[in-house]
């Protein structure tokens, strides 16, 4: 097929914010760049709960019989399975930031950067965040 025959790809240069960002397709490691990017903003936003759950479980044992109720009846007008939601998503974050964060300095060190390691890697990090969390999700949760 010569080159006049086949479709001719959309060349992006500059993204407009309203026309180029529905039609750009991100590659996989975009998008877990991205996703990168989202986790360390959640850990840094829960960072309060984290302290709060680290101080309740260690001062002594009212209190962490306090820290256990909160997760299995709720706290205040919060239920408990919120608690064990918001858990969750940080116990994801916290995974894939390290998944994926390894990933980068990988690739750093190792200077792969070719697109085919690039999509291996990215979809490592995505089996190893999701698969990690949804094993500890399922402890969580009181599945085994």
């Known amino acids: 097929m010569t080159e006049l025959a086949k479709k001719k790809r ?10 180029d960002v ?11 760049s991205i996703l990168h990017r989202v986790s360390g903003m959640l850990m840094f936003i829960l960072l309060p709960l984290v302290i709060w759950m680290f101080d309740t479980s260690v ?3 009212i209190s962490f019989g306090r ?10 007008f919060v239920p408990g399975w919120f608690i064990k939601l918001v858990t969750l ?23 792969k950067t070719t697109k085919d390691f690039g ?6 990090t995505l089996v190893f965040s999701i698969g990690l969390t949804l094993i500890l999700g ?4 009181g599945l085994y």
């Open 10 to 19: 959309p060349e992006f240069r500059n993204l407009n914010l309203f026309s």
């Open 22 to 32: 529905r039609t750009y397709r991100l590659p996989l490691a975009g998008f877990i």
């Open 59 to 61: 001062s002594s044992e």
């Open 67 to 76: 820290f256990s109720a909160a997760f299995n009846v709720g706290l205040g």
């Open 89 to 111: 998503a940080l116990i994801w974050a916290y995974l894939h930031h390290l998944a994926a964060g390894v990933r980068h300095l990988y690739l750093d060190v190792s200077h």
């Open 119 to 124: 999509r291996q890697s990215a979809v490592a």
């Open 138 to 141: 399922a402890k969580l949760f």
